[in-house]
């Protein structure tokens, strides 16, 4: 497997991947993904795009894309990973954890303070995240249940840098912010805060 930045061949690629990762219980939520995924990438919030490659398939993506920090002294850019997707035939074969190890040196190297994401606690705690709000982050919305808004820092911390993190308006454009009911409530019961 090779892990490498999207080339302009693969655009439509990866756009199949996040509809077939996105869309396995229903096809409109992975459309909705992708369509969301071509507006970022088309406009100005994209940072950075990763494959997996599999005997010049690509199986496997992450995006990595802008948002703010708004601290108390400035507003900070920072990263968001979204999307994540691999193709179902190769799910829990490894090309998920080594396409998050790449979006996170990939905001390293963008020279950003901080990588944020909303996804499970289980598979992203074991590939470095922690709950944002031990660093004084605040989610975006209120509908991202608190385990599940994570970072990474990856840069010292200075004292001040705490506040929400805002993302683009595409994101909310979208509705991609958080879950709606009835899928936060059943979220939010299974983790206990319901």
């Not at 193709?87 to 950003?112: F, K, P, Y």
């Not at 509908?143 to 683009?168: E, K, S």
Request: charged share 20%; with cysteine; glycine share 10%.
């Amino acid at each position: 497997m090779e892990i490498r930045p999207v080339e302009p061949a693969d655009g439509d690629a990866v756009l199949g991947v996040i509809r077939e990762a996105f869309g396995a219980d229903n096809p409109a939520d992975g459309a909705h993904v992708a369509d969301l995924w071509a507006e970022v990438r088309a406009g100005e919030h994209l940072l950075a795009e990763q494959v997996a490659v599999i005997r010049g398939e690509v199986v496997g993506h992450v995006g990595v894309s802008h948002c703010w920090i708004d601290a108390r002294r400035e507003l900070v850019p920072a990263c968001v990973l979204s999307p994540l997707s691999t193709a179902l035939e190769r799910q829990g074969s490894g090309i998920g954890t080594a396409l998050v190890g790449a979006a996170v040196e990939a905001a390293r190297a963008l020279g950003r303070p901080a990588l944020f994401l909303e996804g499970s606690p289980a598979f992203y705690g074991s590939r470095g995240f922690e709950p944002a709000s031990a660093y004084g982050f605040e989610a975006p919305s209120r509908r991202i249940p608190p385990p599940a808004f994570q970072v990474v820092m990856l840069d010292q911390q200075p004292d001040w840098l705490t506040g929400r993190v805002v993302y683009p308006e595409v994101w909310w454009r979208h509705d991609a912010t958080g879950l709606r009911d009835p899928d936060l409530a059943a979220v939010e019961k299974a983790l206990g805060i319901a």
